[in-house]
């Protein structure tokens, strides 16, 4: 047979020659090495376009393959998050303190790049490293919001609000699910009602109002419609007793208490009572307070005798020298002088009824 087209001199198509040149060690190796490489290209090449596809979708492309389903979220329910319309830092300047001298910011206060207005404070109340508190100022300098993670766990779970300087309004995360659940309002100052959603579906449907500080009435709403189907006017009673059982427990404790630190009376001073009664009788509950009252009557008891010592002596040298001036010369000094006794005759003077016996008769 003459070669055709397909076949060379020997009667071989040229396609098994090639493939029997296929066959050698060497040639094999190279075709292995390019399918490695062949094969290493198409992987590349599929996670890019797998990256590329995960963040069209997390850009908000529409890649359905890509894109997990979301579960429906309530348009009521108002999330728990730092508002960053005042905080943002973008085109702002920072100042920072540290409060604890740990070389680490405590405190961060944001300023608008025009002037010295506060937009927003931020603080690390706990001193971990993140931040927990965020104070919002509006373009005066007033304060009109503050938001804080009060357990810490590094999400929004209360916030207040102020219109004038007073508070009016502030919301609460009870269930720490991420969304508002409490609302409390306020009237200039005064706390005025609570509003409460019992079933977390973002409005409230427990409404209790406060007249003086003291609850007064609560306000159920059993079809969802947002207003009082039911009131319960017993409550501000029930209330009031609750209040008065509690002040009352209250003060029996203190009785109690007061009833086991009783001090004695203090006692009064004996001018008899021995040295060792005086330190018994102050070991027995005789504070500090008794010593100073007690010297303070010795110390007045002196004085009142120091005034009689000075009164006798001053008695005394005020007769010394009026018998000084009624004293006769000659007569000593310090003797009152006598009278003379009219009874007795004086020795001295002659007896004029007796005869001189001398005379002649």
Same mark, same amino acid.
């Given at each position: 047979?003459?070669?055709?087209?397909?076949?060379?001199?020997?009667?071989?198509?040229?396609?098994?020659?090639?493939?029997?040149?296929?066959?050698?060690?060497?040639?094999?190796?190279?075709?292995?090495?390019?399918?490695?490489?062949?094969?290493?290209?198409?992987?590349?090449?599929?996670?890019?376009?797998?990256?590329?596809?995960?963040?069209?979708?997390?850009?908000?492309?529409?890649?359905?393959?890509?894109?997990?389903?979301?579960?429906?979220?309530?348009?009521?329910?108002?999330?728990?998050?730092?508002?960053?319309?005042?905080?943002?830092?973008?085109?702002?300047?920072?100042?920072?303190?540290?409060?604890?001298?740990?070389?680490? #910011?405590?405190?961060?206060?944001?300023?608008?790049?025009?002037?010295?207005?506060?937009?927003?404070?931020?603080?690390?109340?706990?001193?971990?490293?993140?931040?927990?508190?965020?104070?919002?100022?509006?373009? &005066? *300098?007033?304060?009109?919001?503050?938001?804080?993670?009060?357990?810490?766990?590094?999400?929004?779970?209360? /916030?207040?609000?102020?219109?004038?300087?007073?508070?009016?309004?502030?919301?609460?995360?009870?269930?720490?699910? *991420?969304?508002?659940?409490?609302?409390?309002?306020?009237?200039? /100052?005064?706390?005025?009602?609570?509003?409460?959603?019992?079933?977390?579906? /973002? &409005?409230?449907?427990?409404?209790?109002?406060?007249?003086?500080?003291?609850?007064?009435?609560?306000?159920?709403?059993?079809?969802?419609?947002?207003?009082?189907?039911?009131?319960?006017?017993?409550?501000?009673?029930?209330?009031?007793?609750?209040?008065?059982?509690?002040?009352?427990?209250?003060?029996?404790?203190?009785?109690?208490?007061?009833?086991?630190?009783?001090?004695?009376?203090?006692?009064?001073?004996?001018?008899?009572?021995?040295?060792?009664?005086?330190?018994?009788?102050?070991?027995?509950?005789?504070?500090?307070?008794?010593?100073?009252?007690?010297?303070? &009557?010795?110390?007045?008891?002196?004085?009142?005798?120091?005034?009689?010592?000075?009164?006798?002596?001053?008695?005394?040298?005020?007769?010394?020298? #009026?018998?000084?001036?009624?004293?006769?010369?000659?007569?000593?000094?310090?003797? &009152?002088?006598?009278?003379?006794?009219?009874?007795?005759?004086? #020795?001295?003077?002659?007896?004029?009824?007796?005869?001189?016996?001398?005379?002649?008769?």
């Amino acid at each position: 047979m003459r070669p055709g087209r397909f076949r060379d001199a020997r009667g071989t198509s040229w396609y098994s020659g090639w493939v029997l040149k296929l066959r050698r060690p060497a040639i094999r190796s190279a075709w292995s090495t390019l399918a490695l490489v062949l094969c290493s290209t198409l992987a590349c090449a599929s996670s890019k376009g797998a990256g590329d596809e995960t963040a069209a979708s997390a850009q908000g492309g529409v890649l359905e393959s890509a894109q997990a389903p979301q579960p429906e979220v309530n348009p009521n329910m108002k999330p728990m998050k730092v508002d960053a319309s005042r905080c943002d830092i973008r085109g702002k300047r920072t100042r920072q303190n540290d409060l604890n001298a740990d070389r680490r #910011a405590d405190m961060v206060a944001i300023i608008e790049r025009e002037g010295e207005a506060i937009s927003c404070k931020q603080a690390d109340l706990n001193f971990d490293g993140s931040l927990d508190a965020f104070l919002h100022y509006d373009d &005066k *300098g007033e304060l009109v919001r503050e938001q804080y993670d009060r357990d810490y766990d590094g999400r929004i779970d209360f /916030g207040r609000y102020f219109k004038d300087g007073e508070l009016f309004l502030d919301e609460q995360d009870a269930n720490h699910d *991420g969304y508002v659940d409490s609302w409390r309002r306020y009237d200039k /100052g005064r706390l005025t009602r609570i509003d409460h959603d019992r079933d977390f579906d /973002g &409005k409230p449907d427990l409404f209790m109002f406060y007249v003086a500080g003291q609850i007064d009435r609560v306000g159920y709403d059993l079809n969802g419609d947002g207003k009082v189907d039911k009131w319960d006017q017993d409550i501000a009673a029930r209330a009031r007793d609750a209040y008065s059982a509690r002040q009352r427990a209250l003060a029996d404790a203190e009785a109690e208490e007061a009833d086991e630190f009783v001090e004695e009376p203090p006692a009064e001073e004996n001018a008899e009572t021995s040295e060792g009664d005086k330190k018994q009788a102050s070991g027995k509950g005789k504070g500090k307070s008794d010593a100073k009252k007690a010297d303070a &009557k010795k110390a007045d008891a002196k004085k009142a005798d120091a005034k009689k010592a000075d009164a006798k002596k001053t008695d005394a040298k005020t007769s010394g020298k #009026a018998d000084a001036e009624n004293k006769k010369p000659g007569e000593p000094a310090g003797e &009152k002088p006598t009278k003379p006794d009219a009874k007795k005759p004086d #020795a001295k003077q002659p007896d004029a009824k007796k005869p001189d016996a001398k005379q002649p008769s």
